[in-house]
Structure formats: structure tokens, C-alpha cells
């Protein structure tokens, strides 16, 4: 099974490849902000297949984020928003089996359409971002 830096360095050239193709061949611009958002993104998302496996690094980064959050929610007394990260948190204990739902395409597809939408509808971030999703896949069938 290939470790975490070896899915960051094939999902860091799937994202680099897509970034080139869509600034030849779209208007998509290559600015500092541009570039800072695709290495951010194409890292969590190549990464985040392995959610499932409760010892890899991305489900430490996700579960500290959970809490994170779950504080800033409970500072702000948004009690709703703490009950529904918790209930986020354990369901990722419990209901993902290693390499089922995490690794599929549907999956990917949310991350695609989470990414489009907090991006304020950029589909080059999100296709991007995708291709370092897709990576994961393909790595994981080699
Ligand atoms: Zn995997």
C-alpha cells in the first residue's frame, strides 16, 4: 500500500498537469492566490481518500479540524453545529470501511462540488482539485 508522501507527490503532479493544460488552454489566470489555493486544495484532496484509515495523517488533520470546530461553534453557541460535528466525527470511526465509500468516484464528486461552490463556482479550482482526487484512485488500483 503506497504511504502518504508518495499519494502528495503523484496528486501534486496530476494537480500541476491540470493547472498547465487549464492556463493554455482557458483564460484560467495563474496568480500567487491561484497557485497558494491549488496546493492547498490538491494536497487535502489527494490526501483525503484515506479519511477512512483512522491512523493516517488526513484523518488526524480531519478529526483536529472537527474539534476545532466544534469549539468555535460552542464559543459561538451554535449548539445544533456542535451536535452535527460530532456526529460527523464518529460516524467517520464507525460507518467508513477502508477503501469503500471514501474511495470512489462519488466521493470525489462531493469534494468537486464542495470545492465549485466555496470557491464561489470555480470549476478550475474544482477540476483541479479533482485530478489530485482521481490520482489517489489510480494509485490505489496500481
Ligand atoms: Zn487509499
Do not use: C, Q
Not at 95 to 111: E, P, T, V, W
Amino acid at each position: 500500500m503506497p504511504n502518504y508522501k508518495f499519494h502528495l507527490l503523484i496528486g501534486l503532479i496530476f494537480s500541476t498537469i491540470a493547472t498547465i493544460l487549464l492556463h493554455f488552454l482557458t483564460p484560467f489566470n495563474l496568480t500567487i492566490n491561484n497557485i497558494t489555493f491549488i496546493l492547498f486544495s490538491s494536497i487535502f484532496m489527494s490526501l483525503l481518500p484515506d479519511a477512512d484509515i483512522s491512523s493516517s495523517k488526513i484523518s488526524r488533520i480531519i478529526r483536529i479540524s472537527f474539534f476545532v470546530l466544534a469549539l468555535t461553534s460552542a464559543y459561538f453557541s451554535h449548539w445544533w453545529l456542535v451536535i452535527v460535528i460530532f456526529m460527523l466525527y464518529f460516524s467517520m470511526e464507525f460507518l467508513l470501511r477502508h477503501r469503500g465509500f471514501m474511495h470512489s468516484l462519488l466521493a470525489g464528486n462531493i469534494g468537486f462540488i464542495i470545492i465549485f461552490i466555496i470557491t464561489d463556482y470555480n470549476y478550475y479550482f474544482a477540476i483541479i482539485s479533482f485530478s489530485a482526487f482521481i490520482s489517489h484512485l489510480i494509485i490505489d488500483k496500481i
